[in-house]
C-alpha cells in the first residue's frame, strides 16, 4: 500500500527461461516431427522449445500464463510456432501471441 493509501501494482518482467531438455524429443504433434524433419533436410540448426517466455504473473509474482514456442532456428535467432487446425487451439495459442506482443 502507498502513502495515498492505493494499491501499488508490481509489474514483473523476468527474462526467458531456457528449458533443459535430455534424451529423445517428444513431439507435441506429428507436424512438429514432420517440421524437423524438414529443417534437417535443409541442414538448419534447430532447437525444439527452447525457451519458456512468462506472460502473466499473479500478485506473488509467480507465473500464471507462459509460452514456449515450439522452434527456435539458430542460425536466423527466429522463434516459430506450429498450429494446427483444432480451433481451441489456435483461439489459446493466439491469446498467448497477442500477450507476447
Known amino acids: ?35 524437423a524433419t524438414v529443417l534437417d ?3 538448419l540448426e534447430w532447437e525444439y522449445e527452447p525457451t519458456t517466455f512468462p506472460l502473466e504473473w499473479d500478485e506473488n509474482g509467480t507465473v500464471v500464463t507462459a509460452f514456449s514456442p515450439d522452434f527456435y532456428l539458430v542460425e536466423d535467432d527466429l522463434y516459430v510456432e506450429l498450429t494446427t487446425m483444432k480451433q481451441s487451439l489456435v483461439t489459446q495459442k493466439n491469446r498467448k501471441l497477442r500477450l507476447l506482443r
Open 1 to 35: 500500500m502507498s502513502a495515498d493509501g492505493l494499491a501499488q501494482t508490481r509489474v514483473l518482467r523476468p527474462e526467458p527461461i531456457p528449458n533443459r531438455r535430455a534424451g529423445p524429443i517428444c513431439f507435441s504433434h506429428p507436424a512438429e516431427a514432420a517440421f
Open 41 to 43: 533436410f535443409y541442414q
